[in-house]
């Protein structure tokens, strides 16, 4: 056996496993079934091997033949799946942005009506998700991500944020803070992030930061997403060790204040992934670099103010 055998062959073969007959491949090819039978002794001739036993006028694979179509079968699957990514990609020109929720709810979700400013004339679809999707797969254009991840290809770092401890103006009212280890005697929110984020920031690093005694820390709730944390102190339930760049609008607003400007840097980057050929879409490599300067530009505000 030499080569790969001829496409209509193999074509032919396909048809004949799924639809059990010369006369139903005939029919799905839209061909005659003289056509098809001569394409499966062709391909019996390339292989050296009985793939359809043959009893009068009843055909059927035999143990090779089945064999054989279901790797062909699977193959034409993988052919048309690959087909429709294309015809999707090449007939969809919104773009859509994947995110970890707290990340498009409380930072990229809110700048991105700057981006429509800009360009009215695109559309953006939003998907909040901690898992990691298959851009490919699942026609998704560009993904921001926290940390290195290798399944990218197509990958750059974004910024590196920062952490502080923040809270509502009601919490300290009457009873502020004199000193950054006094806000221990609050109530703490806690984040504790899954997966390749299991680095999240901890009030034990931040205790650390600052040179407070050693001893326990206080956990009065907990929950795997910083969006939500945020809002409870929003709503005065406690401290947050929150990251600058989800609670820029409520530090703007009020919501929210800065007792004590302690920054404590993440351990990872957030990255932005991307589909190679989603750049070919209307609006997708402008968007790709506004992507790009608004990390940049993140970067810089969440980071501490230059020492004097």
């Known amino acids: ?117 800009l360009c009215p004339g695109s559309v953006v679809q939003l998907v909040g998700t901690e898992q990691e999707p298959d851009l490919e797969r699942d026609g998704i254009d560009f993904r921001i991500c926290y940390g290195p991840q290798a399944r990218y290809p197509h990958a750059v770092d974004l910024f590196t944020d920062w952490a502080v401890p923040a809270c509502s103006p009601r919490l300290i009212e009457g009873r502020r803070p004199t000193e950054g280890a006094d806000i221990f005697g609050f109530p703490l929110l806690h984040i504790v992030w899954a997966g390749a984020a299991s680095l999240a920031p901890s009030w034990e690093d931040w205790a650390a930061l600052i040179g407070a005694p050693p001893g326990p820390i206080p956990c009065d709730l907990s929950t795997m997403l910083s969006s939500s944390a945020i809002d409870a102190a929003v709503a005065g339930r406690g401290f947050v060790l929150a990251q600058m760049s989800m609670i820029a609008d409520e530090l703007d607003a009020g919501r929210l204040v800065i007792p004590f400007d302690h920054r404590l840097r993440l351990a990872a980057p957030y990255r932005l992934a991307w589909s190679a050929a989603s750049l070919d879409k209307p609006f997708a490599r402008d968007f790709h670099r506004w992507l790009l300067a608004k990390g940049r530009r993140q970067g810089v505000l969440s980071a501490p103010a230059p020492s004097a």
């Open 1 to 117: 056996m030499a080569g790969i055998p001829h496409l209509k062959a193999l074509q032919a073969f396909a048809a004949f496993g799924t639809q059990g007959s010369v006369s139903g491949a005939a029919r799905e090819l839209g061909v005659s079934p003289g056509a098809v039978t001569q394409q499966l002794q062709k391909l019996e001739e390339h292989l050296g091997l009985a793939l359809i036993e043959r009893q009068g006028r009843h055909m059927e694979l035999t143990r090779w033949g089945r064999l054989y179509h279901a790797e062909i079968h699977a193959g034409f699957e993988r052919l048309s799946g690959a087909s429709e990514i294309v015809r999707r990609a090449r007939g969809d020109t919104a773009l859509s942005l994947s995110a970890l929720t707290s990340v498009l709810g409380k930072w990229i979700g809110r700048e991105i009506f700057e981006w429509r400013a």
